[in-house]
């Protein structure tokens, strides 16, 4: 496994960059960072529109959040991969198509945890802030939010794990990305297919490994009385 790393490291890590497009680990850690930022502001108006009182706006985002939820991830890339040149009227690249896929799998899971975060949030602060004379816009961006985000900090980095190991599946329609070239490093040579898989495995198992401890420390500190316990 030494000598493949040595031979083979760059194409895990980027690629055929710079003489070819990004690929490896980067376009890998590219995707799942992309996805995560544009689904996230989505995720928030959704996960609003999930605890409005107002069935015309509750009701398409409850439909979307169980619709998307019920669906396993690949799926939602093959109608992507269909559909986005559809609507564009263009062809895309496999990694718009999977970024697409992505941000529409993410924004129904993080508009769940994001409400669950709204409705943790006491009542009684939301009535005192209505009864000041804020509006719902203001109460949301001033109290709300800013507490339901930050408690809910640690379940949003679990789902950027889970994104980092879904961008495995760009592999189905030929994207690039670190089990793909995995997949191109094992086709060239043939009889060792089990320890370049493993490496790949040791790939993923350290950035997820290193996010995790990532999680732990948050979830830490955003609960004195845990970390107390531990102490």
């Keep these: 496994m030494i000598n493949i790393l040595h031979d083979y490291g760059l194409?895990?890590?980027i690629g055929q960059y710079p003489n070819g497009p990004l690929g490896g680990l980067a376009l890998t850690l590219c995707l799942a960072v992309g996805g995560?930022?544009?689904a996230f502001p989505l995720s928030v108006l959704v996960g609003i529109a999930r605890t409005s009182t107002i069935p015309v706006v509750a009701l398409p985002a409850l439909a979307l959040t169980t619709t998307v939820r019920a669906l396993p991830v690949l799926l939602i890339?093959?109608?992507?991969?269909?559909m986005v040149p559809l609507i564009t009227g263009h062809t895309v690249s496999?990694?718009?198509t999977v970024v697409c896929a992505l941000v529409l799998y993410e924004t129904a899971f993080l508009a769940e945890v994001i409400?669950?975060?709204?409705?943790?949030?006491?009542?009684?602060?939301?009535?005192?802030?209505r009864s000041l004379g804020m509006s719902y816009a203001k109460t949301m961006r001033k109290i709300v939010l800013p507490q339901a985000l930050r408690q809910m900090t640690p379940s949003i980095l679990n789902q950027f794990i889970n994104l980092i190991k879904n961008t495995s599946l760009g592999y189905i329609i030929s994207v690039n990305e670190l089990t793909y070239s995995a997949y191109q490093v094992s086709g060239q040579l043939l009889t060792k297919p089990f320890q370049v898989y493993f490496i790949l495995a040791s790939f993923y198992f350290i950035v997820c490994y290193l996010l995790n401890l990532a999680v732990g420390y948050l979830e830490r500190r955003s609960t004195p009385g845990l970390r107390?316990?531990?102490a």
């Excluded at 890339?77 to 269909?82: K, L, N, R, S, V």
């Excluded at 409705?119 to 009684?124: D, L, T, V």
């Design 77 to 82: 890339i093959f109608w992507a991969y269909f």
């Design 36 to 38: 995560l930022m544009l």
């Design 94 to 96: 496999g990694v718009t």
């Design 228 to 230: 107390a316990s531990r």
């Design 115 to 129: 409400r669950a975060g709204i409705q943790a949030i006491p009542k009684g602060q939301v009535e005192a802030s």
């Design 11 to 13: 194409i895990f890590l």
